[in-house]
């Protein structure tokens, strides 16, 4: 259980310890499977730390929550939450962040599971909470996967504790 969600900047000094957190969840991303994938991953963290584009939430100094996310391409590109600490408003919390940050005037996109993927459940379930619908199917990492999209109309700035 955590007792305050306080979603901040990932910084580059915290790659260690973000990558812990990448490594604790990666069997359930696609690209993710080697150890070469992680590594290439790492790349693209300090990449989006960089760009300010890596949120994070952590407890007692801990990560157990990531986003990664792209303002030129208004899309949510990576979210993970440790295990021992989902459904707790992890996942939401760094959405709404990363949200507010984005272009509201355009739509808002994120790649996720196809519906019939047990590893979908979750994911889905929050960002249609959040107002996204489905889009497209598509392939990443060779995975059949699904684009979520927000609708300008329905994403006005969201307020943190909605």
Request: glycine share 6%; charged share 30%; hydrophobic share 35%.
């Amino acid at each position: 259980m955590i007792e305050r969600i306080d979603v901040v900047l990932g910084k580059e000094e915290e790659i260690e310890q973000w990558m812990e957190l990448v490594r604790k969840i990666n069997a359930q991303f696609p690209g993710l499977k080697s150890e070469e994938e992680i590594e290439e991953h790492k790349k693209t963290v300090l990449t989006f730390m960089q760009r300010h584009e890596a949120f994070c939430v952590k407890s007692k100094d801990k990560i157990v929550g990531e986003i990664l996310f792209s303002r030129t391409y208004n899309t949510i590109c990576f979210l993970g939450v440790d295990k021992e600490y989902r459904r707790n408003g992890i996942a939401r919390s760094l959405v709404l962040e990363a949200m507010v940050t984005m272009d509201q005037t355009k739509e808002i996109t994120v790649t996720t599971y196809c519906e019939e993927d047990e590893n979908g459940v979750a994911p889905r379930a929050l960002y249609k909470k959040l107002g996204f619908v489905e889009g497209d199917q598509t392939e990443e990492f060779g995975y059949p996967c699904q684009i979520l999209i927000l609708h300008p109309s329905v994403s006005s700035k969201p307020k943190h504790g909605i």
